[in-house]
């Protein structure tokens, strides 16, 4: 019977964290090993004073010292449960254990000398209590609720059966039921108990699983995210500038076009060209020239103080302004400020007569008209960077359309688009 239990080395075969809950419940029943105690005590002293025999008070004493023992181990494990590895505690509660069932035990002897038959009947009673409990007490080491087990009812059993008494050898065959019950009894329930705790483990780790897999996944996203965010980033900005695209531009231009026809409020725009770039490319080489027009652009967005302001690239040398809520006069003192802050910056252009880079803006605004479109507006700033560029370049040319000749506008765009500037 007892080589279908598994030893103490068992432990080793789980997980650490299922051996120490099961050597964990072997120190958390503190009442149990008082109640074992106080009715192993108790019965010593019932005999003591029936009988006066000091066999009883030794046994009193006995079970006052284990039960201090195991005590003291409960004790010490509550303090420092992790001061030792799982094992090792349950060789402890094995010792401590084995010597209180020992005790107990020893009670059998009571069968072969005691004459109060009715003391008899409470001690094996007594015994056959210890023996349940211990086996469920102790049932997440089956080592020790088998030990406890026959230790306390194997001295009884012998005596049963070797007594020559047909009374007490029947009494022998129910006490030998009573092992067989125990020891099957703990062997259920430390399959249960394990069972239990294996599976909370796999639901533990399941959970722990889908969290990890679930911070990955927020991880990925936030990346996805980041990225996403990047490449609009990149499909929305010029790569040479840095600044606006063209594709950027037009979606602009267009939402706050319609934004002005619905609120009534009038638009600007202005289109600036750098003077003489092809000489400027063609005296100092293109990457000199890349270089230019990253200066030129970065002045130009320092010197854009509304933070709705759009700077883009419109194409080539060319840089593009949306002014929304802006009447021609404001978007014309804007101008002049970035034309006076590119000059500022005495860029080298040898190839210019002014000696250094300058740009020529037109300016253009156009009252919002529901018969009118954004590319009208467009169409008006580029012929007034046309006439700047015609009126000797490094200057603004700002121009204002009261009503829409969509005729006048294209003809005027279509001179412009022909002009060699």
């Given at each position: 019977?007892?080589?279908?239990?598994?030893?103490?080395?068992?432990?080793?075969?789980?997980?650490?964290?299922?051996?120490r809950?099961?050597?964990?419940?072997?120190?958390?029943?503190?009442?149990?090993?008082?109640i074992?105690?106080?009715?192993?005590?108790?019965?010593?002293?019932?005999?003591?004073i029936?009988?006066?025999?000091?066999?009883?008070l030794?046994?009193?004493?006995v079970?006052?010292?284990?039960?201090?023992?195991?005590?003291?181990?409960?004790?010490?494990?509550?303090?420092?449960?992790?001061?030792?590895?799982?094992?090792?505690?349950?060789?402890?509660?094995l010792?401590?254990?084995?010597?209180?069932?020992?005790?107990?035990?020893?009670?059998?002897?009571?069968?072969?000398?005691?004459?109060?038959k009715?003391?008899?009947?409470?001690?094996?009673?007594a015994?056959?209590?210890?023996?349940?409990?211990?086996?469920?007490r102790?049932?997440?080491?089956?080592?020790?609720?088998a030990?406890?087990?026959?230790?306390?009812?194997g001295?009884?059993?012998?005596?049963?059966?070797?007594?020559?008494?047909?009374?007490?050898?029947?009494?022998?065959?129910?006490?030998?039921?009573?092992?067989?019950?125990?020891?099957?009894?703990?062997r259920?329930?430390?399959?249960?108990?394990?069972?239990?705790?294996?599976?909370?483990?796999?639901?533990?780790e399941?959970v722990?699983?889908?969290e990890?897999?679930?911070?990955?996944?927020?991880?990925?996203?936030?990346?996805?995210?980041v990225?996403?965010?990047?490449?609009?980033?990149?499909?929305?900005?010029?790569?040479?500038t840095?600044?606006a695209?063209?594709?950027?531009?037009?979606?602009?231009?267009?939402?706050?076009?319609?934004?002005a026809?619905?609120?009534?409020?009038?638009?600007?725009?202005?289109l600036?060209?750098?003077?003489?770039?092809?000489?400027?490319?063609?005296?100092?080489?293109?990457?000199?020239?890349?270089?230019?027009l990253?200066?030129?652009?970065?002045?130009?967005?320092?010197?854009?103080?509304?933070?709705?302001?759009l700077?883009?690239?419109?194409?080539?040398?060319e840089?593009?302004?949306?002014?929304?809520?802006?009447?021609?006069?404001?978007?014309?003192?804007?101008?002049g400020?970035?034309?006076?802050?590119?000059?500022?910056?005495?860029?080298?252009?040898?190839?210019?007569?002014?000696?250094?880079?300058?740009?020529s803006?037109?300016?253009?605004?156009?009252?919002?008209?529901?018969?009118?479109?954004?590319e009208?507006?467009?169409a008006?700033?580029?012929?007034?960077?046309?006439?700047?560029?015609?009126?000797?370049?490094?200057?603004v040319?700002?121009?204002?359309?009261?009503?829409?000749?969509p005729?006048?506008?294209?003809?005027?765009?279509?001179?412009?688009?022909?002009?060699?500037?």
């Open positions: 019977m007892i080589g279908s239990f598994h030893a103490l080395d068992t432990l080793n075969d789980v997980s650490p964290d299922i051996a809950k099961l050597v964990d419940t072997l120190f958390r029943q503190t009442g149990l090993l008082m074992s105690a106080a009715a192993f005590v108790l019965l010593g002293a019932i005999g003591f029936g009988t006066g025999s000091n066999w009883y030794a046994g009193a004493t079970a006052v010292a284990t039960g201090a023992w195991r005590l003291w181990h409960t004790y010490a494990y509550a303090l420092h449960p992790v001061s030792a590895p799982p094992g090792t505690w349950a060789r402890r509660a010792m401590s254990t084995l010597a209180a069932a020992a005790s107990w035990g020893a009670w059998s002897a009571v069968l072969l000398f005691e004459p109060e009715d003391f008899v009947i409470v001690v094996i009673s015994q056959a209590a210890c023996v349940i409990g211990g086996a469920v102790n049932c997440a080491v089956p080592l020790i609720a030990g406890q087990t026959f230790l306390t009812m001295p009884l059993f012998a005596i049963c059966v070797t007594s020559g008494n047909l009374y007490l050898s029947l009494l022998g065959v129910f006490v030998g039921m009573h092992i067989a019950a125990a020891l099957a009894l703990a259920f329930l430390h399959r249960q108990a394990l069972q239990l705790l294996i599976q909370d483990e796999e639901k533990t399941l722990n699983r889908l990890r897999a679930k911070r990955e996944a927020e991880a990925i996203s936030q990346h996805l995210e990225a996403n965010r990047h490449l609009e980033t990149l499909a929305a900005t010029d790569a040479l840095g600044v695209n063209r594709r950027v531009f037009d979606l602009t231009a267009a939402l706050e076009w319609r934004r026809i619905r609120e009534q409020t009038p638009m600007s725009m202005l600036m060209d750098v003077d003489h770039f092809k000489a400027y490319n063609d005296f100092y080489g293109h990457q000199a020239g890349d270089t230019c990253r200066e030129v652009a970065a002045t130009i967005r320092s010197s854009l103080h509304r933070p709705g302001d700077l883009a690239r419109y194409g080539g040398e840089f593009a302004v949306v002014l929304s809520n802006t009447e021609l006069d404001g978007a014309a003192r804007v101008a400020d970035l034309l006076a802050a590119i000059a500022g910056r005495r860029l080298l252009h040898e190839a210019s007569a002014f000696g250094h880079v300058t740009v803006i037109g300016a253009a605004c156009i009252p919002p008209q529901a018969d009118a479109a954004v009208q507006l467009t008006l700033a580029d012929a007034a960077l046309y006439a700047a560029k015609r009126g000797g370049r490094n200057r040319h700002a121009v204002e359309q009261a009503t829409v000749d005729a006048t506008l294209a003809a005027t765009l279509a001179v412009a688009n022909l002009q060699t500037i």
